[in-house]
């Protein structure tokens, strides 16, 4: 029978200090085996000199550092996107990105292989479901850029992170691919991972979860209330319109959505951030930014606009600059509504939003 390790990646600091405990272990090495983890990026139990040998043979006995190894790595032309292909540990392949923005850099990481909800724009739709990502599958790609971003060490005594805005790694949006809340618990586990203090240390309010308008987590989130920015891909302001773009709002109607936003908006405090993919001549007239206006009345909400990122599987096109300016100054006139326009990044990569697929995964 093969032997399966158990992913360090997966565990909360509390969970390894109850495995250390029940080992009969010191709880400082859990926090100590923590620290090369999470603050030294440590990547494999060679580089954990200061770890007693017992605390070591228990480890190479059952566990290991699930670090994700790179298929391939392409940068974007303008030198701002990075793209990794990275590999599991069943050949399964998943996209992570990096963007760098003047003065902070993010990380988008996905959330499964595949997603199993459809959109007929998105590529990773395109691809179909293939599984779930394991906490520790998420936890790594966060890991697997912040490795990246380290400064690379001119002497031994200089692999500790640096605090500077783009040499740490400070934002995360669970934007890759995947739907997140379909995956919820998985996606709970890795934030409390990424959140903690002692570790990747990055704040609540860095980190955004976006979803497809899965209902039943939207409430559950309402209810979690975990420390993170809500994003709603919305596209449409009726429900026959956005059934046409994301055929789970048949399961999910529009409206039991939008009753789901204001229930989490009203237990949170928090606005919520819908996400609009602009589409030419599909849902990018006045009439459909006076749509939105009229549906997100009175909700905390912000509009994020995207305009269409091209795929194989799906053949719109982007709505031009200027009718999406027309489109936010309806917004803002009107109904008083916030709204940006995403920056594009990585598309001679294919790295944007939604254009995230592996072949044969
Ligand atoms: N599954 C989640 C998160 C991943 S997709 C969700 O759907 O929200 C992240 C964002 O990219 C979503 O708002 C999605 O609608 C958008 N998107 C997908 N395909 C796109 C494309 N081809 N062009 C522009 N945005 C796209
Ligand atoms: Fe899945 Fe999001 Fe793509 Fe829709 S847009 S298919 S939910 S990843």
Redesign the pocket.
Known sequence: MPHIRHDLYNLTREELRAHFVNWGLSPVHADRLWNYLYLQLAESFADMPELPLKVLGRLEAGWRIGTLSTAVETDSSDGFTRKYLLQLTDRARIETVLMRFTGRVTACISS?VG?????V??????MGYTRHLTPGEIVAQAVHVARALRPKPASAECHVIRDTSSHRLRNVVL?????PL?NYDAVMQAINILRDSNGLALAGERITV???GVVPGILRLAEDKPPMHLAV?LHAATQEERVAL?P?AKKWPLDELMDACRTYSTATGRKIFYEW?LIEGKNDSPDHARAVGRLLRGLPAQVNLIPLNPTTGYGGAPTHTEAAKKFQRVLADEFKLPSTVRQRRGIDIAAG??Q?AVAGA
Do not use: N, P, Y
Not at 121 to 126: D, I, N, P, S, V
């Open positions: 499964q997603c199993a909800m459809g959109c724009f998105c590529a990773t739709g395109q934007m890759g691919m995947g739907e379909h976006s979803t497809v891909s994301v789970v993919t939003c939604g995230l």
